[in-house]
């Protein structure tokens, strides 16, 4: 597979793709991540970004390595993204979750 897309120069597309399917992936598990937990799963996403990157150094495969940069590093950002959210929610441009509301036995 790998001399195929080597010799019809087709690498570029195919990592080119693989990006834009992860960042269209992340972008609603951003918006559900703060949705259901806020901001304070902001670690989740560093400790992914960190494993993936450090995946992306190990891995052989140009097109495996690539993608497990563009996932690490996406998973970076994502960080930036949920306080983004979060402000955004504020301003009433996405919903905001309902709080739990006790039972109360009388």
């Known amino acids: 597979m790998m001399n195929f897309m080597g010799t019809h120069n ?11 399917i992860v960042i269209g992936v992340f972008h609603p598990i951003v918006i559900k991540s703060e ?6 799963c ?22 495996a390595s690539a993608m497990l940069g ?13 306080f983004a959210q979060q402000r955004r929610v504020e301003k009433g441009w996405f919903p905001k979750k309902p709080e739990k509301q006790e039972r109360r036995r009388r």
């Open 35 to 40: 949705y259901h937990f806020g901001v304070r």
């Open 42 to 63: 902001w670690w989740a996403f560093l400790v992914a970004g960190l494993v993936a990157l450090a995946g992306a150094v190990v891995v052989h495969g140009v097109v």
């Open 10 to 20: 087709i690498l570029g597309v195919v990592i080119g793709l693989g990006t834009f």
């Open 70 to 82: 563009v996932v690490g590093f996406t998973c970076l950002w994502s960080i930036h993204e949920l």
